[in-house]
Structure formats: C-alpha cells, structure tokens
C-alpha cells in the first residue's frame, strides 16, 4: 500500500513552459486536493475533486487546470508556467464519510525561471 | 470564509520543555479542528483532531484543547524530543459535505537536545 505518490519530485522549468503533476492514491478515496506551500503562507488549496469526473477551484486556482478521469488519479497542470508559481505542490486525498483525515503525498519541488 | 490564525511561527524549545501552539478561527460552524506534522523532506501527517462536542483530546505526550466560545484552539506538547522538531499546522473546517478545512501558516518548533 504506497498510499498517495506524487510525480515528478522535482522540476525546473522555464517561464511559458508547461507540466503536468501527477497525483496516484491506492486507498479508494473519493476526495482528492491540490495544495501549494510557501514559505510563511501554511498551505493554499488550488484545486479539489469530490470524485471522479468532477473538479472545483479552492483558494488560488489561477493559472492551473486540473483533472480527475480516474478515481485514482488527480492531474494538475500548468499551462504557461510564471515564477509565480515556484513552489512546493502538495496532493492529499480523503475518504468519503465520517472520517476526515487528510493523506498527503511527499511533495513535489517546482521552480520556475 | 473561515479564517485561521496560528502563533507563534517559530518556536524553540530545550529538550523535556514543553510547547504550546495556537490557533484561532472566525467561523463559528467551524466543528473539526485536525493538527498536522510536518518533517522536514515530507507531506504533513496528521497527529491528533478534535471536535466541537469535546474540551480536550490526549494521545501520550500531546493534546488539543479547544475553546468555542473564544474560537481558539491549542497544541500542547509535554517532554519535547529532538524527533518532535517539525512544522505544525493547525486545520478548522465543517465536518461534512465538502470537506475543506482552512489551514494556519504552521508553526516550525525547534527541540534542542
């Protein structure tokens, strides 16, 4: 049970370039998340999904899409990259139901120049 | 929306201290407060929660306290080891629904040996 895998671990990339993350959970969970980290800033939800096939934007969903086609998979992309988004990625997922924790993955390290 | 302040930001502690970190919240339907670790390379990980129908939550050496009238909550952490050096958020949502809890900037605790 590998619980929730993040791809790439680390990425440069160069203004206007694009990327994909990957997120993959093995724990059959409905809900899936997209954070970023800052330092100073605790963690900000970009994008969420309540199953698949469905998405909706959290707090700065600017500049990135997202998409969940597989109950497993949550996919965050970033169609002209910005320094802006230099930053630590975090997925997490959740199950359905009365129990709320959150598991997150490793983390992905994205630096934009 | 629901806001969540956290203090201190960082704090530094001998080792056998005690640590004391704390947050407050602005929405008063918030009712499920988690607290996560974060090691250093690592996704946070949950470490203990609390509810709204409860004053205080005990696991061995840490515990949440929680007062709804003030809208704050604490981390208590008793006999502090150097393993216990992490970044810690706080967490408020309404359980439910949508599970999107409003996280605090973190609070990075130092434990001197």
């Known amino acids: 049970n590998a619980g929730v895998t993040q791809t790439p671990k680390f990425r440069v990339l160069k203004t206007g370039q694009s990327m994909t993350l990957l997120c993959a959970q093995d724990?059959?969970?409905?809900?899936m998340y997209w954070y970023r980290q800052d330092p100073g800033m605790g963690l900000r939800l970009i994008h969420y999904?309540?199953?698949?096939?469905?998405?909706a934007k959290g707090e700065v969903p600017d500049g990135y899409n997202v998409s969940r086609l597989k109950k497993q998979n949550f996919l965050l992309g970033l169609e002209s990259a910005a320094p802006s988004q230099t930053s630590v990625y975090f997925c997490?997922?959740?199950?359905?139901?009365?129990?709320?924790?959150?598991?997150f993955g490793p983390g992905t390290r994205l630096t934009v120049t | 929306g629901e806001n969540v302040e956290q203090h201190p930001s960082t704090l530094s502690v001998q080792e056998g201290d005690s640590a004391v970190i704390k947050c407050t919240y602005s929405?008063?339907?918030?009712?499920?407060f988690p607290w996560y670790k974060q090691e250093l390379g690592k996704g946070p990980q949950l470490i203990i929660d609390?509810?709204?129908?409860?004053g205080e939550k005990k696991d061995q050496r840490i515990a949440v306290t929680l007062n709804k009238t003030a809208k704050h909550f604490s981390l208590h952490i008793t006999e502090t080891q150097p393993e216990d050096s992490a970044v810690y958020f706080c967490?408020?949502?309404?359980?439910?629904?949508?599970?999107?809890?409003?996280f605090g900037r973190g609070t990075s605790l130092i434990v001197h040996p």
């Open positions: 997490a997922s959740k199950q359905r139901g009365n129990s709320y924790e959150q598991y």
């Open positions: 724990m059959n969970h409905e809900y």
């Open positions: 999904s309540v199953g698949e096939g469905t998405t």
């Open positions: 929405d008063s339907a918030s009712n499920y």
């Open positions: 609390i509810r709204s129908n409860v």
């Open positions: 967490a408020a949502s309404t359980a439910g629904g949508s599970y999107i809890p409003t």
